[in-house]
């Protein structure tokens, strides 16, 4: 039971994550910049992942592929 309490609260983090890349792109936003890069690995952290490059400079409608595994490589890495 509890596993799965902890797999649903991560789910809401990452939620939460494409949430903030939405209304960055409804902003005209289109680079993650420093202020949204950190939000964002606050987030992962909380889920327990670690962004495995930096988010800040990438683009944001490219940023979903982060959190579903995109096929060019793995971003993100669970925490150990």
Do not use: F
């Amino acid at each position: 039971m509890k596993q799965m309490l902890d797999r649903r609260h991560r789910l809401q983090i990452l939620d939460q994550c494409l949430v903030l890349l939405e209304e960055a792109l409804e902003s005209g936003q289109l680079r993650v910049d420093s202020a949204l890069g950190l939000k964002l690995r606050k987030l992962l952290g909380l889920a327990g992942l670690v962004p495995g490059h930096r988010l800040e400079g990438r683009r944001v409608e490219l940023r979903r592929g982060v959190l579903t595994g995109p096929p060019e490589g793995k971003i993100i890495s669970p925490v150990p």
